[in-house]
């Protein structure tokens, strides 16, 4: 099993997260600067972003979609809530994989040469994450499961990712105690975005 993604990647993480719980082995492929507009460089995927899932012939994109074919693959008890049909839990993965996208825009505009500030596209854009986050601060039941689940798995991604790129001030104190806790785990931090990528599972790209 080969993920391609990159050591920050916030969307491959979700991906990473349920893989390391399930304790299932696979190779992390870093495909580089995601900025690249070379559909080869994302294991052909013509979105040119990751991840990619590449398991037994069998090629995925789409974190979400590749969340769900593993738990069907690897845990059809679902003990994360992967497939879950809960509206609000599926409304809060909506409102967290739209800061992550929102987030992207910017953080690419930045790395391409283009000032996101002046522009109301990325003013947009950052407003986006501001009411996704207050939003999510409003909904903090939703994350205070005993177990871990999905959903939280998503929060610590999107979480770690913002607070790195300093993207936006992060006043949300709920949110923050959520990711601190789920954040003790061993599991959790070995996949945080400055952690090496783990030598056991890495393989360079092209391997
Ligand atoms: N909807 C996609 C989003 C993936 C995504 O935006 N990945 C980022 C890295 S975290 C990327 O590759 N961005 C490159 C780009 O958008 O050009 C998913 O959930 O897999």
Same mark, same amino acid.
């Given at each position: 099993m080969k993920l391609f993604a990159t050591p920050k990647s916030h969307f491959s993480r979700k991906i990473r997260l349920l893989l390391d719980h399930w304790? +299932?082995?696979? +190779?992390?492929?870093?495909? $580089?600067?995601?900025?690249? *507009? #070379?559909?080869?460089? !994302? =294991? =052909? %995927?013509?979105?040119?972003?990751?991840?990619?899932?590449? @398991?037994? $012939?069998?090629?995925? &994109?789409?974190?979400? =979609?590749?969340?769900?074919? /593993?738990?069907?693959?690897?845990?059809?008890? #679902?003990? !994360? $809530?992967? %497939?879950? +049909?809960?509206? @609000?839990? /599926? %409304? *809060?993965?909506?409102?967290?994989?739209?800061?992550?996208?929102?987030?992207?825009? &910017?953080? /690419?505009a930045a790395r391409t040469g283009l000032d996101p500030k002046p522009h109301a596209y990325f003013q947009k854009a950052e407003q986006g994450i501001r009411h996704g986050l207050r939003w999510l601060e409003d909904h903090i039941s939703l994350f205070q499961a005993t177990q871990p689940s999905y959903a939280d798995f998503h929060l610590i991604c999107m979480w770690d990712h913002l607070d790195l790129y300093e993207t936006v001030t992060l006043p949300y104190p709920q949110l923050r105690d959520i990711v601190a806790k789920r954040s003790q785990s061993a599991v959790i931090r070995a996949s945080h975005p400055l952690a090496p990528f783990d030598p056991k599972i890495t393989v360079a790209p092209n391997d």
């Open positions: 304790e +299932q082995p696979y +190779q992390l492929i870093d495909v $580089g600067n995601v900025a690249t *507009a #070379d559909p080869t460089q !994302f =294991h =052909h %995927n013509p979105a040119m972003q990751v991840p990619v899932l590449e @398991d037994d $012939g069998v090629v995925l &994109l789409e974190s979400d =979609h590749i969340a769900s074919y /593993l738990t069907r693959k690897l845990d059809p008890a #679902d003990r !994360f $809530g992967v %497939n879950t +049909q809960q509206p @609000d839990i /599926l %409304n *809060a993965r909506a409102v967290m994989n739209n800061i992550m996208a929102n987030e992207v825009k &910017l953080i /690419l």
